[in-house]
Structure formats: C-alpha cells, structure tokens
C-alpha cells in the first residue's frame, strides 16, 4: 500500500546558502614598511630601510586595482633579501600626502599618476636650446599646485641667455628661482633640495638628466642597481627613478616630456594657492571659472583695491593653461 508522502521526501539539492561565505584574508600584521623608487612593467623596485638592499616586488592580490608610483610608502611581504631572482609583495600603499599627475590630454579625465609623496617639482627650463616654453611652465604649475607640491622655476644654460626676462614673468606668483650653469656653483639650488623629496620634470633637452647627475655623482651606479634588481635593462630616461642625494633628501628623476594634459585638474585646487586671493573668489557666481565669466569675484576686488591686479593677472594665466596647450 502506497505511503503518504510529506515535506521530509522533498529532496532538496545543496548549493548556496543565502548568507555568503566570507574570505578570511591575512592581516600581513608582519609586513615591512617600504618606498618605491622606480616602476618598470609592473615590477617595483622598494626601498625598505636607509642602508637596506632593494627589493624587487610586484601587487598582491588585492591590490590588483591599486595605482602604484614612484614615492609610495607601501608595505611588503615576502622574500625581503635583495637577492637575485628574490620577489616580495606589496599588500599596501600608504594614503598619498602628494601626487603629481597629468592625462594624455586636456580632454582625457583619466589621470596617470607619475609621482606620489614629494614636497617640491622642479621645473627644469633651458633658457635658449631649445628656447622656454612658458605655456608649458605654466602648466606644470597647475599640475603642482593642484598635486599639492610646491614648485621651484630652475633655469639651465644661464651662461648663454639672460635669465631676467623669464624670473621677471614669474615674480609675481612668489615661487623660489635659481640659474644654473655648466660647472657653476649648485648651493642655491641644494638648499632648497635638501631633506627633501623633490621631483624634476622637464622639456626634452633642456639639462635636467645632467643636472641630476650633478647633483647625485653616482646616479648611474645607482640606476644601474635598480635596473638589476627589477631585471630590466631600459634606458634612464625614460622611467621615473628616485635617488638618493649625498647628504640628505631625494631627486626624482623624470622622462622629457612634450605635453602636459590637465584633464583631471581641480579649478579649486589651483586656486587655494592664491591663498590672498580666495576671499575675493567668495561672492562669485556657481560655476564660474574666474578667468572668461562675467561679474567674476576677482575683477571687483581689483576694482576697490582688496585685490592686487599682478597675482590675479597671474593666476588668470594659469587657469588660461588649462585650455591652451602648451
């Protein structure tokens, strides 16, 4: 005689719960704090320590999606040694006081980030072969001040062009200028290098790889270090690399550049390094860019005197950099 079924013959088939596994993922509580000082082809060369060899290492896993530049503080795991052959980790990347970026152009909003964590950008000008390009000084400003970076002017080749000219255009913005020269003396520009991080970024041509061989004697010994730990044999120039100055702070040196897209710029960054100038931008209309809108903040204070007509003129050809290329 047949049974009466009830709900205990359902036969269910095991699968997912409702609630989701979780994955356990290790704390790393044990990493060891590093600085990347170059990046080739998704290898990072680390600084671990002062005096500690430099170790190769790519992203883990969960950093897959991070951005990582010369100038992050990250944190590795792994075979730490130096040795040939040897690979760590990177498990994390410190939050970034700085970071220098540009885009492809002034259309792209992707940003690429070049340089993170540095204190000063350094634009290196010839000022003849090949003449200075202002709009593209002007454009590295922007970047800097919207990175957070502070910009030091310097102009090479002083032994062949007056610099007056150039330091006077740049005056009134109130950024540090220094001239060098073949073998002249480098004091004024070491001072302003010194404990710390300093990028320097440049037209192709104008000097700055002999500068930064000036200024650290055995950059090529130590590029080349770099250059066998990562296992890649490319030419200085054209990766960013930091290196060491002798007696204290760090040179970041950087590939010649042709362009500078500012895609990804924060009109309001810019603009809070006028810090005289901000008040003045307060009673202005929503969206106003301060440079072409009507009834802007800037041209009132000018016109009673809360503003001086020189720092605005100045800013207003920085924000102009944004629209014209370099």
Do not use: W
Not at 37 to 56: H, Q
Not at 258 to 264: D, E, I, P, T, Y
Not at 268 to 283: E, P
Request: proline share 8%; hydrophobic share 40%; glycine share 10%.
């Amino acid at each position: 005689m047949a049974r009466e079924l009830d709900e205990d013959d359902v036969r269910t088939r095991p699968g997912r719960g409702s609630r989701p596994r979780t994955r356990l993922r290790p704390d790393h509580a044990d990493a060891a704090g590093a600085v990347v000082v170059a990046v080739d082809r998704g290898r990072y060369t680390c600084r671990p320590a002062a005096g500690a060899p430099f170790v190769a290492a790519v992203r883990g896993g969960s950093m897959r999606r991070t951005s990582v530049v010369v100038g992050d503080r990250v944190e590795l795991v792994g075979d730490l040694s130096g040795q040939p052959g040897s690979l760590a980790r990177i498990v994390r990347r410190d939050e970034r006081s700085s970071l220098l970026r540009r885009t492809a152009d002034d259309t792209d909003p992707v940003e690429r980030p070049i340089v993170a964590n540095a204190d000063l950008l350094v634009i290196v000008c010839a000022l003849t072969d090949p003449p200075p390009r202002t709009g593209l000084i002007d454009r590295c400003l922007v970047a800097a001040y919207d990175g957070g970076l502070t910009p030091v002017l310097c102009l090479t080749k002083a032994d062949l062009a007056d610099p007056g000219p150039v330091r006077e255009s740049y005056q009134p913005l109130g950024l540090p200028v220094v001239t060098t020269r073949p073998g002249g003396d480098l004091s004024p520009l070491l001072s302003l290098l010194q404990d710390a991080t300093s990028v320097f970024f440049g037209h192709s041509g104008v000097g700055k790889s002999t500068l930064v061989n000036r200024l650290v004697p055995d950059a090529d010994q130590a590029i080349g270090v770099v250059n066998a730990v990562t296992g890649r044999g490319r030419h200085t120039s054209s990766a960013a690399v930091a290196l060491e100055l002798p007696d204290g702070g760090t040179v970041v040196d950087t590939p010649g550049i042709r362009s500078f897209g500012l895609g990804a710029v924060q009109l309001n960054r810019v603009l809070l390094a006028f810090d005289d100038l901000v008040a003045a931008t307060a009673d202005c209309e929503p969206g106003c860019d301060h440079l072409t809108s009507p009834d802007c903040g800037l041209d009132e204070a000018v016109r009673h005197g809360r503003a001086d007509p020189v720092r605005v003129e100045s800013l207003r050809r920085l924000l102009a950099a944004r629209v014209t290329p370099g």
